[in-house]
Nanobody, 116 residues
């Protein structure tokens, strides 16, 4: 079955960096577009970055553009999110996601807290 397992979250000071990983299994990872979302306390889940399957074209939410970079390693079936210049408003639970067979799949999330 489709499994997505995020890791790499933690507590970081404003201006710091983190790299999130999402280990995928149970589907043809290299053929599927992948995305990162986040849910901040008291807010709706928000799309933040996506990457397609073939040319690895990327797109970002305005709130993270020029600070976050999404990438993928099809050989290891891993999705990444490099987060730089982190701000307190980036505090959220971060999820990776994909769509397989018309169904959306989500990992359990990894918590990112930006605080001094």
């Amino acid at each position: 079955q489709v499994q997505l397992v995020e890791s790499g979250g933690g507590l970081v000071q404003p201006g710091g960096s983190l790299r999130l990983s999402c280990a995928a299994s149970g589907f043809a990872f290299s053929l599927r577009p992948m995305s990162w979302y986040r849910r901040a306390p008291g807010k709706e889940r928000e799309f933040i970055a996506g990457i397609d399957s073939f040319r690895a074209d990327t797109n970002y939410a305005d709130s993270v553009k020029d600070r976050f970079t999404i990438s993928r390693d099809n050989a290891t079936k891993t999705l990444y999110l490099q987060m730089n210049s982190l701000k307190p408003e980036d505090t959220a639970l971060y999820y990776c996601s994909t769509n397989v067979g018309g169904l959306n799949y989500w990992g359990q999330g990894t918590q990112v807290t930006v605080s001094s």
